[in-house]
């Protein structure tokens, strides 16, 4: 950045004193007579005109363009025969040399990268960056963003519920203390989120105590995605209906025209 605003401002700069010198020599300044000599310039005038001819403009005195007008013209219009500017031409040559040195890098030495190895490269840094945010991301499930997970989620699950869940609702869901989690009855929601925001804060005036404490917000998605699993697995000896009956929201894809979703209980 403070390499570009410092050409930026070489740019500029150059810029002006062309223009300055393009005014000097169609508005030439009278010399001043000091003492009967005529003042010269100053040095650094001296020596940005000797860096102009030589480097920048080339330019011919107005008093030489007549030896410089070709012999043709068109309409009464005349053409100076004037050399390229020499900063044109360096900047040519020096395209040329970058030009020989790319070719070398990129196709004989096969030292850097083409554009489709960086594009490649980039995508695959995107990648590992997306996985990591990915994973990241999964901690950061809440009640509001849960969502059933597959059998190896459900196994996990299984294994937290063995360890927390049975004393109160006995190893197969089927209800003791706790109320039957297999049946279509329930207290406080039987939908992910509901049975999610059960175990994350608990219902202490009813004997379920919060869980968020002890486990992580995955463990809890894993645990709730078991119990969801549960439902309809009718165990020996289940405990009586509790709360109220809960029906899945079911999405049929509407077939006609309009392609709308309906949802349907």
């Not at 570009?4 to 004193?17: N, T």
């Not at 480097?55 to 219009?77: C, Q, R, S, W």
């Amino acid at each position: 950045m403070t390499t570009v605003l410092l050409l930026e401002l070489l740019v500029v700069f150059l810029l002006v004193l062309f223009i300055r010198n393009i005014f000097n020599a169609i508005h030439p300044k009278e010399r001043i007579i000091v003492l009967g000599k005529v003042q010269s310039d100053s040095w650094l005038v001296k020596t940005w005109h000797q860096l102009d001819k030589q480097f920048f403009t080339k330019a011919v005195p107005l008093e030489k363009e007549a030896d410089m007008l070709l012999d043709h013209n068109y309409d009464g219009i005349k053409e100076l025969d004037n050399a390229l500017p020499p900063w044109w031409k360096y900047g040519f040559y020096i395209t040329i040399v970058v030009a020989v040195f790319y070719f070398l890098k990129f196709e004989v030495w096969h030292t850097g990268m083409n554009p489709t190895e960086e594009y490649n490269t980039e995508m695959t840094i995107a990648k590992t960056e997306t996985d990591a945010y990915l994973a990241s991301a999964k901690e950061n499930v809440d009640e509001n963003t849960v969502t059933d997970l597959d059998a190896a989620g459900n196994v996990a699950g299984k294994a937290i519920f063995a360890k927390t869940c049975v004393p109160c609702h006995l190893a197969e869901g089927q209800g003791l203390v706790g109320p039957n989690l297999t049946d279509e009855y329930w207290i406080h929601g039987g939908s992910i989120k509901d049975i999610f925001k059960t175990i994350k804060y608990g219902f202490p005036d009813k004997g379920m105590q919060s869980w968020q404490t002890t486990y992580s917000p995955v463990e809890m998605q894993q645990l709730s995605s078991y119990i969801r699993s549960l439902r309809g697995t009718n165990p020996p000896n289940p405990k009586a209906p509790q709360g109220d009956l809960y029906k899945e929201v079911a999405v049929s894809v509407d077939t006609t025209a309009t392609g709308k979703i309906n949802d349907a209980k």
